[in-house]
């Protein structure tokens, strides 16, 4: 069982900058696909970035050049560094971790954490 706790979040000024850490505990980390969600009310969860246990990354069109997912696997963290931020990047950000083992799906999701972009 994997546990995932999320840092980061809050309120900035459009343009501005945030990073949003996930640091997880109970499972290897190195062997998850790790991303980073987010959702608004009344809308389904979308994807943000996910960075592979290999180190390979992909972005949602609309935060490409503007943010970027890296992961630490000494310190079993993951980052989310949001720059140049708009107020539609406002959301209910949610850190994942995904992988496959087998037959089964193994997936996890951290508590959420609150990004508001507003002047």
């Known amino acids: 069982q994997v546990q995932l706790v999320q840092s980061g979040g809050g309120l900035v000024q459009p343009g501005g900058s945030l990073r949003l850490s996930c640091a997880a505990s109970g499972g290897i980390f190195s062997l998850y696909t790790m991303g980073w969600f987010r959702q608004v009310p009344g809308e389904?969860?979308?994807?943000v970035a996910r960075i592979a246990s290999g180190g390979t990354t992909n972005y949602a069109d609309s935060v490409k050049g503007r943010f970027t997912i890296s992961r630490d696997n000494a310190k079993n963290t993951v980052y989310?560094?949001?720059?140049?931020?708009?107020?539609?990047?406002?959301?209910?950000?949610?850190?994942?971790?995904?992988?496959?083992?087998?037959?089964?799906?193994?997936?996890?999701?951290?508590?959420g954490t609150q990004v508001t972009v507003s002047s």
């Open 44 to 47: 389904q969860r979308e994807l």
């Open 80 to 111: 989310l560094q949001m720059n140049s931020l708009k107020p539609e990047d406002t959301a209910v950000y949610y850190c994942n971790a995904f992988r496959v083992a087998g037959d089964a799906v193994v997936d996890y999701w951290g508590q």
